[in-house]
């Protein structure tokens, strides 16, 4: 089948078979097409291999500012030399008469020992006819001159300040390959249309795959009667680590683990009788002496739980089914299975005769509906959740069983200086481990590297 062409690759392809190197410009010229047309023809005979491009690039010096002065003036050492031609002067004599360029002029009249020092006076050394860059100054003079045509006379301007201009000038170069330079143009082919051709690929806009699983996420719980809380991302140590019992000399505090804000305190952490209670039971359970001011610290939330515990602490229910997700952060080094920063869901169930077993029945219930079915729980411990249980799924891909989930119920030392007189059912995980599971992807960094051939291909949640 003979090739078809727009009438802007003819009109190209007949211009650089008569004169078969071109510019840009001068196939403007030749063809009386716009620059952007010409453009986007070479482009096309270039994907089709019908053409070539040669890139070249020209420097061009110009004079700048102290080179201009020297042009018109002479070098600041020409003009020190020329004072001392008939006879010998004095430094101050010299410094008033070329001012600001007396510094400069007397260096490199010492260093090239153009020069002589007799006490105070100053006079002719041995000095050549051409100073180093007087030629190349002479003929750059006011215009634009290509650095190859100058010579190495240009070397001492370059490393002088404001010397000298250096403009880099990119050309571009257009040929035909030796296939394009035999195809004859007819009009028998103007206006044709190939109707075989592919048409463009167009992707249309969607969620991002691992939005598309929180939100999958949040459908679920609020169909299992859950209600979603939310809550800041900086928070107080107090609610972040002391209203869960984690002792305030916890490895987990420290800055390695931690993101703490800079300077900044809260002021009001809770109520006075939360801070009393929450710090008596720190002594009673750790014997140490409680710091406040390690409660006041600001960090970035390790976890959401301080969400949930806040709530039920602020509204003591009877009865709770509420869940909280979002970001969270821990100082982590960045790896397959680790980030900085992820989104996590957790939650908790609050009700007179709630038990671990119906805090089972949720979370099974819960992996169902996403998608997984092969599950089963190990016992664990959490620092602020006993008993306490960790969820292991099956992956089928890697064969083996993974973990997921931690799960418990919040320790009488969490929810009694709270004032929380009900058993809480707590679980919680990242869900960035949900989504491997769903997309089959062995590195969590797969989720933020932005790879559009991948994005697009992946199916929307079911």
Not at 2 to 22: A, G, M, R, T
Not at 359 to 383: D, S, V
Not at 399 to 417: A, D, N, S, Y
């Amino acid at each position: 089948m003979p090739q078809v062409f727009h009438e802007i690759e003819k009109k190209i392809i007949l211009s650089l078979q008569d004169n078969q190197k071109q510019s840009v410009e001068s196939l403007e010229k030749s063809t009386g097409l716009s620059s952007d047309q010409v453009r986007r023809g070479i482009e096309w005979l270039r994907l089709k291999n019908l053409a070539t491009i040669d890139e070249s690039h020209t420097t061009l010096i110009s004079l700048g500012k102290n080179g201009l002065e020297s042009f018109e003036k002479g070098l600041p050492e020409r003009r020190l030399l020329d004072l001392l031609k008939k006879d010998p002067k004095k430094i101050q004599d010299l410094q008033k008469e070329l001012g600001p360029v007396f510094g400069p002029a007397m260096g490199l009249a010492r260093k090239n020992n153009w020069i002589e020092t007799n006490n105070d006076m100053i006079s002719v050394g041995n000095c050549p006819a051409n100073l180093p860059g007087e030629n190349a100054l002479q003929k750059i003079g006011n215009g634009k001159i290509p650095k190859n045509e100058i010579g190495e006379d240009l070397n001492p301007l370059l490393k002088r300040p404001e010397f000298v201009v250096e403009d880099v000038i990119k050309s571009k170069e257009v040929s035909l390959s030796e296939e394009a330079k035999s195809i004859k143009i007819t009009d028998d082919s103007s206006g044709a249309i190939d109707v075989e051709a592919s048409t463009p690929q167009i992707f249309v806009a969607r969620t991002h795959p691992l939005k598309d699983t929180i939100d999958e996420i949040r459908e679920i719980f609020v169909a299992l009667g859950f209600s979603e809380i939310v809550g800041n991302m900086a928070q107080s140590s107090f609610w972040n680590f002391d209203a869960l019992f984690t002792p305030q000399d916890h490895p987990a505090r420290e800055l390695q683990d931690t993101f703490y804000l800079d300077n900044v305190n809260a002021k009001n952490i809770a109520t006075a009788e939360q801070i009393r209670n929450v710090s008596k039971s720190h002594k009673k359970g750790w014997r140490y002496l409680w710091d406040i001011n390690e409660a006041r610290k600001m960090v970035l939330r390790t976890h959401t739980t301080c969400v949930t515990i806040r709530h039920l602490a602020e509204h003591k229910p009877d009865e709770a089914r509420v869940f909280s997700l979002g970001r969270v952060f821990r100082n982590e080094k960045v790896s397959y299975k680790h980030l900085v920063e992820f989104n996590q869901v957790e939650g908790v169930v609050v009700g007179k005769n709630t038990t671990l077993r119906d805090l089972m029945g949720i979370q099974r219930e819960f992996y169902k509906r996403i998608g997984i079915t092969k599950i089963k729980f190990w016992p664990t411990f959490f620092p602020y959740t006993e008993p306490s249980l960790q969820t292991m799924v099956y992956n089928d891909r890697l064969e083996k069983w993974v973990e997921l989930f931690g799960m418990g119920i919040f320790r009488p030392e969490v929810t009694k200086p709270l004032g929380i007189d009900k058993p809480v059912l707590a679980w919680g995980g990242g869900i960035e481990r949900i989504a491997m599971l769903k997309f089959g992807l062995d590195d969590v960094r797969e989720f933020y590297n932005n790879d559009l051939n991948w994005l697009r291909s992946v199916t929307n949640c079911q």
